[in-house]
């Protein structure tokens, strides 16, 4: 089992870098993953520091990052909701 994975492993890497190579991508895209990190980033800091809800506090770690960089500005409101509702 664990060579089957192993062997999916390294033919989707492999595929990965045919496509990424084929298309000559470049490093734009990680530049558009850096603008995304320090614009998620900045929304989660203006929510923190910003003083418009006091009791909310949300941390700045790889789940909530993640989360904002995936959905947005909108995962900004929920992860504020997810933190007004548990509460």
Do not use: C, D, Q
């Amino acid at each position: 089992m664990k060579l089957v994975l192993t062997g999916v492993l390294v033919v989707s890497l492999a595929l990965l870098l045919y496509i990424l190579f084929s298309r000559k991508l470049g490093f734009v895209w990680l530049t558009r993953l850096g603008l995304h990190v320090v614009l998620a980033a900045l929304g989660l800091y203006v929510i923190n520091f910003s003083g418009l809800l006091t009791e909310v506090y949300i941390p700045l770690n790889p789940v909530t990052m993640s989360t904002v960089l995936v959905f947005g500005l909108p995962g900004v409101a929920l992860l504020v909701g997810l933190k007004l509702t548990m509460i």
